[in-house]
């Protein structure tokens, strides 16, 4: 039964972060005009799809779904960023993707302590995850650029790829707390 609660989970996480990779993400402030109201954020669904799924169906299938992804990208469907296939190894980016794995199991390893239905400790844990998946993803650049794998400089890649998107992912953390908050009471996930 374990078995099959793990691999549901697993594949609702997976569609989560395939759909959360198509949905731009945009914040609404209330109190301006509607044209002007809709701020766009330069980020995706993605990464909060993934820490979603690791919040509520926990580490493993979180994992698994991180690595059914990754490995679906390799092989020629388009469902990274940029396109996918085995090319995609040898771009700055694919060390944020090898990030997703990380991050999930920290997400849904933090998401089983005591504090799980407290609304700011499961927007700490989305927090933590992609604090996780950045760090993951500048390792990786740091190694990149040290061995000559890019035109661009250390910097230009690490302001590209991890500090412009920062912003827009922890913005998204509280989003995804409630909505984690939502689904685990929704489930009976104590």
């Known amino acids: 039964m374990r078995a099959l609660v793990i691999w549901s989970g697993a594949l609702a996480g997976l569609m989560m972060i395939l759909v959360g990779g198509l949905i731009p993400s945009a914040l609404i402030i209330p109190g301006l005009n509607p044209p002007s109201q809709i701020l766009n954020l330069p980020s995706t669904w993605q990464v909060p799809s993934l820490l979603l799924s690791a919040l509520v169906c926990g580490p493993r299938a979180a994992v698994i779904a991180s690595v059914a992804y990754i490995s679906i990208g390799l092989f020629h469907l388009p469902v990274f960023h940029g396109g996918g296939s085995f090319s995609y190894l040898g771009t700055p980016s694919f060390g944020y993707l090898t990030g997703f794995i990380p991050a999930a199991w ?85």
């Open 106 to 190: 920290l997400t849904g390893r933090l998401a089983q302590r005591i504090y799980i239905n407290d609304l700011l400790y499961l927007t700490l844990c989305a927090c933590a995850g992609v604090v996780t998946l950045q760090l993951w993803g500048m390792v990786y650049l740091i190694i990149g650029s040290a061995i000559g794998n890019w035109p661009d400089s250390l910097p230009e890649l690490l302001f590209s790829y991890s500090f412009a998107p920062l912003p827009a992912q922890i913005t998204l953390c509280p989003s995804v707390g409630i909505l984690s908050l939502g689904l685990r009471q929704i489930l009976f996930i104590e």
